[in-house]
């Protein structure tokens, strides 16, 4: 196959990972099968019209998927196992759900090593790590913990760290200490769906609280706790999850002035706060005694590792957290936490969140000029837009035109607690999808919005 070269239809990803895909799409199709031999780069580079560092880094892409080995003196080859690897990939990568709020995904070959050579360093105790082991992790992993934590300014013990399997079984555990069916919750007026749902599955009353800019307002808070005797309150204070909205400074300070005046709890689900450069501080550095804090990894490193580091308010109430987290899933995955204690220690989980932070900045940049004339909330660090819909406009026959879209899009229903949902929209930026791929997609919803039907 030294004749071999890619399609010349560009995708709009760097021309080292159009390469490394075209190998991936010609194994998969039957063009280049185990043992062919690919061209040695400097022709490839030379035939295609690029530079030699180009195909080099292709290839180098290449052999980090498993698709070709390269021999000194002989060349790159398809690996044996190449079909065996891109037909299984195929098919997990079909495994998707476009409707969540994810990161931009790394597309970098040097991150995307390093990310790799951490797994492999992990894969050498494999054994030890299909083990049982601690519900909320050992020594070493909550030290790396601490240390993820402190980029948040938070600085607690070891024995009121947690690492639990994610944020959302984390909130359902702390509700079912903290309450009992028929007891009310707070919340912001528009709020993670994820806590609505697990607030109606343990048969709470769930109330919103009106808001402003700066996040929930201090009398609908005080109004609330003397109307409702609340047995918590949940916020998701940073890039809120849909409004995208951060809480001010000074209102997190007025938040937990009330809090403590009342001995209200308080989950501050800070799934968002790792992303940008300067966030204000968490909530839990001012009511420490009070707040749950649950820095989950989801968002800024990624989902699948299914892993949140939780500060609860004392040692105490950390040890009740493990018990109720060991009945609903025993412990975290001991794998995932071995690669996410890797990542920190080498510094490739603070190289994925400066990505993340980069990548949506850039995300954000191109919704705000394919939206530009339309209403809607955004932070440059953002996951999504939370877009309001014109005059006219229902957001359910959006969403039905938007099906099979390459956009994640979610109607302000799921979202609601307070009031009358309104007509609009969270609009998903990250995931796998690239720039290209993005602006078309978004595209699509603008066309959509401003055409008549």
């Known amino acids: 196959m030294l004749n071999w070269a890619p399609p010349t239809d560009r995708s709009g990803k760097p021309r080292y990972l159009e390469l490394a895909d075209a190998i991936a799409r010609d194994v998969t199709a039957g063009r280049l099968r185990p043992g062919d031999r690919l061209p040695p780069q400097r022709k490839l580079a030379e035939r295609l019209g690029v530079d030699f560092t180009t195909v080099s880094r292709g290839y180098a892409e290449a052999r980090a998927r498993g698709l070709v080995e390269s021999h000194v003196g002989r060349g790159t080859f398809i690996s044996d196992a190449s079909a065996r690897i891109q037909t299984r990939e195929l098919r997990r990568s079909g495994d998707r759900d476009l409707t969540m709020n994810l990161p931009p995904e790394p597309t970098d070959p040097d991150l995307l090593r390093r990310m790799r050579e951490g797994l492999e360093t992990v894969a050498v105790n494999m054994v030890d790590l299909l083990r049982y082991q601690s519900s909320t992790g050992g020594q070493v992993d909550k030290e790396a913990a601490s240390s993820w934590l402190s980029l948040r300014g938070m600085v607690p013990t070891l024995d009121r760290v947690a690492i639990t ?33 697990i607030a ?187 877009l309001t819909l014109p005059e006219g406009r229902s957001r359910a026959d959006v969403v039905g035109r938007m099906a099979g879209a390459s956009i994640g899009i979610m109607p302000s229903d799921v979202f609601t607690i307070l009031g009358t949902p309104t007509e609009a929209l969270r609009v998903c930026l990250g995931g796998e999808i690239d720039r290209p791929r993005l602006e078309d997609g978004l595209g699509q919803l603008a066309h959509i919005l401003q055409s008549d039907y």
Not at 170 to 180: D, F, G, N, Q
């Open 165 to 197: 399997p994610g944020a959302h079984p984390t909130i359902m555990a702390i509700l079912m200490l903290l309450t009992e069916p028929g007891d009310c919750i707070l919340s912001e007026g528009v709020s993670y769906s994820g806590t609505r749902g």
């Open 200 to 386: 109606a599955r343990l048969r709470l009353q769930q109330v919103g609280l009106a808001e402003d800019d700066e996040g929930i307002l201090p009398d609908a808070l005080e109004a609330a706790i003397a109307a409702h005797r609340p047995k918590l309150l949940y916020l998701n204070p940073t890039l809120n999850n849909p409004t995208t909205r951060t809480v001010s400074l000074a209102r997190r300070q007025a938040i937990a002035e009330i809090l403590l005046a009342h001995d209200l709890p308080l989950i501050e689900d800070d799934a968002y706060g790792f992303i940008p450069p300067h966030p204000p501080a968490p909530i839990a550095s001012m009511a420490p005694g009070l707040t749950w804090h649950i820095g989950g990894l989801a968002k800024c490193i990624g989902a699948g590792l299914r892993l949140a580091y939780t500060v609860a308010p004392s040692a105490r109430l950390a040890r009740d957290l493990a018990q109720c987290l060991k009945s609903i899933s025993v412990m975290p995955s001991p794998v995932s936490m071995a690669l996410a204690t890797r990542w920190i220690e080498d510094g490739t989980a603070d190289q994925i969140r400066r990505f993340v932070r980069t990548e949506t900045s850039e995300r954000q940049k191109i919704a705000a000029r394919v939206f530009e004339g339309f209403t809607f909330a955004a932070d440059p660090h953002a996951f999504n837009i939370w």
